[in-house]
């Protein structure tokens, strides 16, 4: 409903009204302490306009945080301590402005030293609701003596001494995902501030599998389209980069979401070391961010392509992820069950192939005939084909990919002979093939 989404894109704008009660709040005991001075003594009337312009903003900025607060998103304890000292600070200025008409002071008149701490209290009130706030909005330990005696981890001194949870993979949780997904504000019942947290997922499910990167709501988000609506991060916030997911995904896989782990006893991480180098500022490339590695990227791949390509292939009705811009590498997927013919779907991602990445094909209908444009993608690294009717054919066009790395065959016609056969292409290190002859 329309009337819905404007509700609650009304709340977003809790944010900047809160700002301004408090400063005529603020203002106003100013006012009124600086007023007590015969310099300053002319200021004394300027204190109930701007008691009462701090009361119509404190009851706007209660109406717009109480919209904010349907998402649902809060904890809710934290969330009624903000909102009932909210209220209270909008009427408690209410009540102020009010002793200050001409009606009130000659019924009731309040002498003047009793105002003037009766504002300062309201100061006191409005820094308790004004930290219930920031502890919504960045941690309830966000302005505590914890944060401000926290010793910050060394940065290790070599790449094979850092470990990778506590060094790589929580600091990017924390800079990437952790504003959204914490105690205070845990959006999906997920939080992702500790291991313990992390392991114990949320209300869509595991946020990881341990020893399986490719189950668990995290990563299955964070690689989505920007554009699809279950994509995280949320909100414009900064997506994670190519390289960040990808150390996630170790970690995951190959580190099976442990803590105390160094890199040195990981095993075989020729991959990972540069990465993790790179992230922590060891031999950082110049002019180049943390997380963005050029030393293993493929120099085949082209630096641009035709932004209109891009367009024309979304148009289409696949979906596109920017994993890195220089050198432009895409993630496309066709939406399961898309409708979209073989021929279309090869004259939109042909323009582009050079530049495809990863490829996501499943539960379309295409035969091995279908998909005589795979050669082309010669510097595809992950594709999947599961759910089509597809045979072992289509190694034909797998074969000579060399910088493809893992391939999903899941429930198609793919037999053991034909999996052997596939893994003649020594760059391939992953075929999936659950529910096949070959599996049997």
């Not at 009731?108 to 930290?131: E, T």
């Not at 003596?145 to 949780?173: G, S, T």
Request: proline share 5%; net charge positive; with cysteine.
């Amino acid at each position: 409903m329309i009337l819905l989404d404007i509700l609650t894109f009304s709340g977003r704008l809790h944010p900047l009204i809160v700002h301004l009660p408090i400063g005529f709040l603020l203002l106003a005991t100013l006012f009124n302490l600086l007023s007590y001075t015969r310099k300053f003594a002319y200021l004394k009337q300027a204190v109930p306009i701007t008691l009462l312009a701090g009361f119509a903003s404190a009851v706007l900025a209660c109406i717009f945080g109480y919209l904010l607060s349907l998402r649902g998103d809060y904890d809710a304890d934290a969330l009624n301590n903000h909102k009932l000292s909210g209220i209270s600070l909008a009427a408690i200025s209410g009540l102020l402005y009010f002793t200050t008409t001409s009606f009130f002071r000659k019924e009731i008149p309040v002498p003047r030293p009793l105002f003037s701490i009766l504002l300062i209290c309201m100061l006191a009130l409005v820094s308790y609701c004004g930290h219930q706030g920031a502890g919504l909005t960045h941690g309830h330990d966000y302005l505590t003596m914890q944060v401000l005696l926290k010793q910050e981890r060394p940065k290790p001194d070599r790449v094979e001494d850092a470990l990778l949870f506590e060094d790589v993979i929580q600091p990017i949780l924390q800079a990437k995902c952790v504003q959204c997904h914490r105690n205070g504000k845990n959006k999906g019942d997920l939080a992702l501030e500790d291991i313990k947290s992390i392991l114990k997922g949320g209300k869509n499910g595991p946020a990881i599998v341990p020893g399986n990167a490719d189950s668990g709501e995290l990563i299955r988000r964070v690689m989505l389209d920007e554009k699809h609506k279950d994509f995280m991060p949320a909100d414009g916030k900064p997506p994670l980069t190519k390289n960040e997911v990808q150390l996630i995904r170790w970690w995951v896989s190959k580190g099976r979401a442990g803590m105390n782990k160094t890199i040195a006893v990981l095993g075989d991480s020729a991959i990972l070391r540069p990465m993790v180098a790179q992230y922590l500022g060891l031999g950082a490339v110049e002019g180049k961010e943390p997380g963005e590695v050029t030393e293993h990227i493929n120099p085949e791949i082209p630096l641009t392509a035709d932004t209109s390509l891009i367009n024309k292939l979304r148009n289409a009705g696949f979906k596109v992820r920017l994993m890195l811009k220089k050198p432009l590498m895409l993630d496309v997927t066709l939406p399961a069950g898309s409708g979209i013919k073989a021929t279309a779907c090869k004259s939109a991602i042909l323009p582009l192939a050079k530049n495809i990445i990863w490829l996501n094909l499943s539960e379309n209908g295409f035969t091995d005939g279908d998909l005589d444009f795979l050669t082309a993608l010669i510097n595809i690294e992950k594709l999947r084909l599961d759910r089509n009717p597809i045979t072992d054919k289509i190694n034909k066009q797998l074969i000579g990919l060399k910088h493809l790395e893992a391939v999903n065959l899941n429930a198609t016609g793919i037999t053991t002979s034909g999996v052997d056969e596939l893994k003649k292409n020594a760059a391939i290190r992953r075929i999936y093939y659950w529910k096949t002859a070959a599996a049997q």
